[in-house]
T-cell receptor, first 108, second 113 residues
Framework: GIQVEQSPPDLILQEGANSTLRCNFS?????LQWFHQNPWGQLINLFY???GTKQNGRLSATTVATERYSLLYISSSQTTDSGVYFC??????????FGKGNQVVVIP | DTGVSQDPRHKITKRGQNVTFRCDPI?????LYWYRQTLGQGPEFLTY????????KSRLLSDRFSAERPKGSFSTLEIQRTEQGDSAMYLC???????????FGPGTRLLVL
């Protein structure tokens, strides 16, 4: 099946710093989603981004489908950005395959 | 629209007991998914419904697991004869017919003692 690899697995940031999270996937896909899982376990949709670049506040994402990777940028990080960030792609139309996530801790 | 809801949020049970979880998708979403997430891992797909039809099941879904969506609205996931390895977060997601984005509920955290 499709492999989804995220890096770095763990990241500690000083509040105000910028960071880039990467998602590589092993096969062509027609969509990609980024999620943030908060400490209570809720998965929150960040971006649906099959290709191109999108921005939402301090977050932006870029997917280069032809090269099978996506990047999530966090600018001016805040403590509320802490949590696990997941990239997910659909190996079929019926489900999502997730990476293992990027654990982000933002310290004040 | 209140989003995807799941009940209960937490469940502690003894090994060998049966448990049942409920998921209420976003209204008018015809597609519903169940995932399981263990510590330190991303969610893993379990099963998928389109309306009331169960169209795909993962090999993770052993014979002890059964899922239903009898009227094409809410869904239940039952685990029979629970084992300690069933301890995990069980997540439900839904999506509408004309979109691809999956929206997740808050999950049911199961602990089997």
């Amino acid at each position: 099946g499709i492999q989804v690899e995220q890096s770095p697995p763990d990241l500690i940031l000083q509040e105000g710093a910028n960071s880039t999270l990467r998602c590589n996937f092993s096969d062509s896909v027609n969509n990609l989603q980024w999620f943030h899982q908060n400490p209570w376990g809720q998965l929150i949709n960040l971006f649906y981004i099959p290709s191109g670049t999108k921005q939402n506040g301090r977050l932006s994402a870029t997917t280069v489908a032809t090269e099978r990777y996506s990047l999530l940028y966090i600018s001016s990080s805040q403590t509320t950005d802490s949590g696990v960030y997941f990239c997910a792609v659909p190996p079929s139309q019926l489900r999502l395959a997730f990476g293992k996530g990027n654990q982000v801790v933002v310290i004040p | 629209d209140t989003g995807v809801s799941q009940d209960p949020r937490h469940k502690i049970t003894k090994r060998g007991q049966n448990v049942t979880f409920r998921c209420d998708p976003i209204s008018e979403h015809n597609r519903l998914y169940w995932y399981r997430q263990t510590l330190g891992q991303g969610p893993e797909f379990l099963t998928y419904f389109q309306n009331e039809a169960q169209l795909e099941k993962s090999r993770l879904l052993s014979d002890r697991f059964s899922a239903e969506r009898p009227k094409g609205s809410f869904s239940t996931l039952e685990i029979q004869r629970t084992e300690q390895g069933d301890s995990a977060m069980y997540l439900c997601a839904s999506t509408g017919a004309a979109e691809e984005t999956q929206y997740f509920g808050p999950g049911t955290r199961l602990l089997v003692l």
